[in-house]
């Protein structure tokens, strides 16, 4: 997988864009669950995962910002926001959700990580048949979780 660097925004940026055009909609997980997201402008695709207590709508500030450069997509997390949820939880099915999402999406895509949705998007990453596709991910706040999973990946 090729890396590219993702720059982060700044605030003065922040305050003088506008509010983006987005559409909601849901993709069928593996096993069947409904998965929402929230997307909005063109051009390659950017998944974003959120941590484990937000929702897709905590990434809406910067949805403008994102959206001249990317079709940007934020998911809920299954049992977040507007996600459906099926019993017995499990790591694997979030990973599964977040592969669903990914392969929805048209073109490239981008995968930006927040926390325990770093965790899902990283283990996603080896289970996407769209690994061509996918061109960078974006990370923050899982480095201890993904060193370990990286090392048990190896062996």
Do not use: N
């Not at 997988?1 to 506008?18: C, N, P, Q």
């Not at 450069?69 to 499990?90: E, N, Q, W």
């Amino acid at each position: 997988m090729r890396t590219i660097a993702v720059s982060i925004l700044s605030i003065g940026t922040l305050a003088a864009a506008g509010p983006a055009q987005t559409s909601i909609s849901t993709v069928a997980s593996a096993d069947g669950t409904s998965i929402a997201i929230e997307c909005a402008g063109a051009g390659p695709s950017l998944v974003i995962v959120h941590g484990g207590t937000g929702d897709r709508t905590r990434w809406r500030p910067l949805l403008p910002l994102l959206a001249s450069k990317f079709r940007v997509c934020a998911m809920d997390r299954r049992a977040h926001g507007a996600s459906g949820d099926t019993l017995p939880y499990s790591l694997q099915k979030e990973v599964e959700d977040v592969v669903a999402v990914v392969a929805a999406q048209p073109g490239s895509v981008f995968v930006l990580g927040h926390s325990f949705g770093a965790v899902c998007a990283f283990e996603a990453a080896f289970h996407t048949s769209r690994s061509p596709d996918l061109r960078s991910m974006s990370l923050r706040s899982a480095w201890r979780i993904i060193r370990q999973s990286s090392r048990a990946w190896r062996h």
